[in-house]
């Protein structure tokens, strides 16, 4: 007997796999799978299937959301030419038969994602999905921007548990994700009223897709977060109740949040979209010779801005990078993305340094109290990532740059860093102290609030 798998719908769509009597096949998300899948739905290790004799066999792994045959709940057993698989997002026909010849593959059917997702999914989803408030709030920007779009090279990589630095390399190197990882495929279907274009970004919380409103062809974008990253219990409660309070916030220097929920277990943002660039995408156009210290003090004070108006929330970004500040295609405006998933993902796993999915590429800019996972981190652990941020965007990278990850976190807590001005003199010797000042080991040491920084970038006018 001839058995083959055909991917008919998800992000691995028209891939074929052929099973081989006697061979267990795994299939999931996670790395070992004999079939690796790239939606995001999908649980690390979702189901068992094989060959036996003239008869193929399946067995869910307790997969997080259960494993579909025929749009039926399907513990194990057999299954028949024709079956259709339901992992996530993903759907695969299984085909049997004597020969090659006989495999043949049934019409596909376009997936239908929006109209009623209570009724076409068999699992838990929370009822409330928190819309956009009315526009006399604030006048719509019409550039907008992606949020939280980071190059997957700053997103990809994990980190381990421990507190100190050579404990927590250890860990670092152990659970670091394969650099294999590569974005979904295009996903032909809706989400809502939103045709899901094509993969922005992917980074260490989910997916960023770029879409448009079938209705008005305005532009957005969409992250899907990783089940993992907000999974149900308390993340997902904490994901409900900070979805409430960001909705409602707006500034002119912050990505906008039109509208966040859930859809087949997977939480949901909609965002502002721009045409434009990340400051990391621009670092990395000046290939390591920094940018123009004017530009730097523009997006610094943009950033300052997003900053302060937190402090007034009282809400710690945590994630101050090249990559999460956004600008339109001129500069000329500035505004930091997902802010309001600092609420949403204190204390989770995926903004925590000391846990197994930190994020490698993101060390060189946490501050000295992230990396020790000491009490009381606030504004002020903002300040010195921003202070990280503008001194690689002025001198082409990190105050703290090394291939080992214990030598770069034994750096970020006792080294001072190098003078800007040595290698880049034409750069005002307050800004540099400025930038410096921001670098201070100690919370105390710093700029007190980003007010004081907004003041002290305007008393440096010397253009």
């Known amino acids: 007997m001839k058995c083959e798998l055909v991917i008919s719908k998800g992000p691995d769509a028209e891939q074929r796999f052929t099973l081989v009597a006697?061979?267990?096949?795994?299939?999931?998300?996670?790395?070992?799978?004999?079939?690796?899948?790239?939606?995001?739905?999908?649980?690390r290790h979702q189901c068992h299937i094989w060959l036996e004799a003239d008869r193929v066999m399946l067995s869910d792994l307790s997969s997080r959301w259960g494993t579909l045959v025929n749009d039926q709940m399907f513990k194990g057993g057999e299954l028949k030419s024709g079956d259709r698989i339901t992992l996530g997002d993903t759907e695969i026909t299984v085909l049997l038969g004597s020969s090659a010849d006989d495999l043949t593959l049934p019409p596909r059917t376009r997936p239908t994602l929006d109209q009623s997702p209570t009724a076409e999914f068999r699992r838990p989803l929370p009822a409330e999905v928190f819309s956009d408030p009315p526009d006399v709030l604030v006048a719509r920007n019409t550039t907008g921007e992606p949020a939280g779009v980071s190059p997957r090279t700053e997103d990809q990589r994990k980190t381990g548990s421990g507190t100190d630095a050579a404990r927590l390399a250890k860990t670092i190197i152990r659970h670091t994700s394969p650099a294999t990882e590569i974005p979904p495929a295009i996903v032909d279907r809706q989400f809502g009223n939103l045709k899901l274009d094509e993969v922005v970004a992917i980074g260490r919380t989910g997916i960023v897709y770029s879409s448009t409103n079938s209705e008005t062809g305005e532009k957005y974008a969409v992250k899907l977060f990783y089940p993992e990253a907000l999974p149900e219990g308390e993340p997902r409660e904490r994901f409900v109740r900070a979805m409430r309070t960001m909705i409602n916030l707006r500034h002119e220097n912050l990505v906008r949040l039109h509208r966040a929920g859930s859809q087949r277990g997977v939480c949901y943002t909609v965002s502002e979209f721009v045409e434009g660039h990340s400051?990391?995408?621009?670092?990395?156009?000046?290939?390591?010779?920094?940018?123009?210290w004017r530009f730097v003090r523009h997006i610094a004070v943009g950033v300052a801005h997003a900053l302060q108006f937190a402090f007034e929330q009282n809400i710690v970004h945590r994630n101050v990078t090249p990559s999460n500040i956004l600008m339109n295609e001129s500069g000329s405006i500035v505004k930091l993305g997902d802010l309001y998933l600092a609420k949403a993902l204190i204390g989770a796993n995926a903004f925590d340094v000391t846990r197994t999915d930190g994020v490698i590429g993101h060390l060189p800019y946490l501050s000295p109290e992230q990396i020790e996972h000491l009490p009381?981190?606030?504004?002020?652990?903002?300040?010195?990532?921003?202070?990280?941020?503008?001194?690689?965007?002025?001198?082409?990278?990190?105050?703290?740059?090394?291939?080992?990850?214990?030598?770069?976190?034994?750096?970020?807590?006792?080294?001072?860093?190098?003078?800007?001005?040595?290698?880049?003199?034409?750069?005002?010797?307050?800004?540099?102290?400025?930038?410096?000042?921001?670098?201070?080991?100690?919370?105390?040491?710093?700029?007190?609030?980003?007010?004081?920084?907004?003041?002290?970038?305007?008393?440096?006018?010397?253009?």
Do not use: W
């Open 376 to 463: 009381g981190q606030n504004h002020l652990s903002d300040l010195y990532s921003l202070g990280a941020t503008l001194y690689a965007l002025l001198t082409g990278g990190p105050p703290f740059v090394s291939d080992s990850p214990t030598e770069l976190l034994r750096q970020i807590t006792t080294r001072v860093p190098n003078p800007i001005r040595t290698t880049h003199p034409e750069i005002p010797s307050h800004f540099e102290s400025v930038v410096l000042r921001l670098l201070a080991k100690r919370p105390e040491d710093r700029l007190p609030n980003p007010a004081e920084l907004l003041k002290q970038l305007r008393s440096d006018r010397t253009d």
């Open 279 to 292: 400051a990391g995408q621009l670092l990395a156009k000046s290939n390591g010779q920094g940018m123009d």
């Open 22 to 43: 006697g061979q267990e096949f795994l299939l999931g998300r996670g790395e070992g799978c004999d079939l690796r899948l790239r939606d995001p739905s999908v649980s």
